[in-house]
């Protein structure tokens, strides 16, 4: 699975979500103090992100087949770009468009990322220009 560079790794992603859980893991602990507790608690915190992310994934592409194949080429995703903060700090921009834009369309002005040496149809206007 591709994730462009400047968006928050998936892997960061899933360490803030558990790092949240640590005031549950103490309960836990309290309640019930044994470390296989604790693990199972962690555990089931990781399956339960892993399950959201699938389903997500797996819903956004059955409903949107042509969204999420686009979404997934620009490095983006439909349940990690879609986490708020602290989980994804990433800004809006980067969550919409990802890669910052590093040409302009010269049809219609609309910034966005083309690998150099490539030819595009504009997003936005459907005009076809090259980067370089
Ligand atoms: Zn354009």
């Known amino acids: 699975m591709y994730r462009s560079p400047e968006r928050?790794?998936?892997?960061?992603i899933l360490l803030r979500f558990l790092a949240i859980g640590i005031p549950?893991?103490?309960f836990v602990f309290l309640v019930?103090?044994?470390?296989p507790?604790?693990?199972l608690f962690f555990g089931v915190m990781a399956a339960v992100f892993g399950l959201n992310w699938l389903f997500t994934n797996s819903v956004v592409k059955t409903f949107?087949?042509?969204y999420y194949?686009?979404?997934k080429r620009g490095g983006g995703d439909p349940y990690l770009d879609n986490l708020?903060?602290?989980l994804n700090t990433d800004s809006e921009a980067t969550r919409q468009h990802g890669l910052h834009p590093n040409v302009l369309c010269p049809h219609c002005g609309v910034g966005s990322f083309v690998k150099p040496g490539t030819t595009v149809a504009c997003p936005s206007?459907?005009?076809s220009f090259t980067n370089g």
Request: hydrophobic share 50%; glycine share 14%; charged share 5%.
């Open 8 to 12: 928050t790794p998936a892997w960061v």
């Open 24 to 26: 549950g893991a103490l």
């Open 32 to 35: 019930f103090p044994a470390l």
């Open 37 to 39: 507790f604790v693990l």
């Open 64 to 66: 949107t087949p042509d």
């Open 69 to 71: 194949e686009a979404l």
């Open 84 to 86: 708020g903060w602290p």
């Open 125 to 127: 206007c459907g005009g």
